[in-house]
């Protein structure tokens, strides 16, 4: 979808062997009440775009569940499982605020790099190695920001992974989580 309004409601998307199951780019968007079922690569690839996606399900996703680019966007009452690489990624100034997530297994849960700024609320991961993540992959932005609060995490390898100038923090506390990890690249695609 290329500039234009976009509204998808109470669709199933299965069995998608393309680069994105969905593409939004420079478009205002509503995705509601979906689910997203055997994705070859990204499920929804949102790119400086703006809009919501909620109560929508992910489940045997290769890649990212959802990839935000330079978006401003709002997402709640999402549930992913079995997702190969982010179950949310924020990348590229986006500012996402997100509430009610559960996820269970993938590498990353809710990755906040280049720049962008995310605000996540009432999360639940299970078997996801790297829980939160913040940091710098592309040297054109500046690093990342995530803001978070009241979240449970269960069977992962490293909680809060971040790069040195990147912050991850609780928003209750407003205490700094998670230390650098020089070997970040390595860690997240």
């Known amino acids: 979808f290329y500039e234009t309004n976009v509204k ?6 299965e069995n998608i062997f393309s680069e994105d199951a969905i593409n939004v780019f420079r478009s205002k968007f509503e995705i509601t009440n979906n689910t997203f079922n055997n994705i070859f690569s990204d499920a929804i690839d949102i790119d400086f775009s703006k809009g919501k996606i909620e109560l929508t399900k992910f489940e045997n996703i290769n890649n990212d569940a959802i990839d ?8 709640s009452f999402i549930n992913f499982d079995n997702v190969g690489d982010k179950g949310i ?9 997100m509430n009610d997530i559960i996820g ?10 280049d720049g962008s700024k995310t605000f996540a ?8 190695d790297y829980p939160f993540t913040a940091y710098q992959k592309k040297k054109a932005y500046k690093h990342g ?3 978070i609060e009241n979240y449970k995490f ?3 390898k490293k909680d809060f992974i971040k790069d040195s100038k990147s ?21 997240i695609s």
């Not at 998808?8 to 998307?13: G, Q, S, V």
């Not at 935000?68 to 997402?75: C, P, R, T």
């Not at 912050?167 to 860690?187: F, P, V, Y």
């Open 104 to 113: 269970n297994g993938s590498l990353v849960g809710i990755a906040s790099k």
């Open 89 to 97: 990624s924020v990348g590229e100034n986006s500012f996402i605020i």
């Open 8 to 13: 998808i409601y109470d669709t199933h998307f």
């Open 68 to 75: 935000f680019s330079g978006s401003n966007s709002e997402i």
């Open 145 to 147: 920001l995530l803001n």
């Open 121 to 128: 609320t009432n999360v639940n991961f299970t078997n996801v």
């Open 167 to 187: 912050i991850i923090q609780d928003n209750k506390s407003k205490k700094k989580l998670g230390k650098n990890n020089k070997e970040i690249d390595k860690i």
């Open 154 to 156: 269960d069977n992962y």
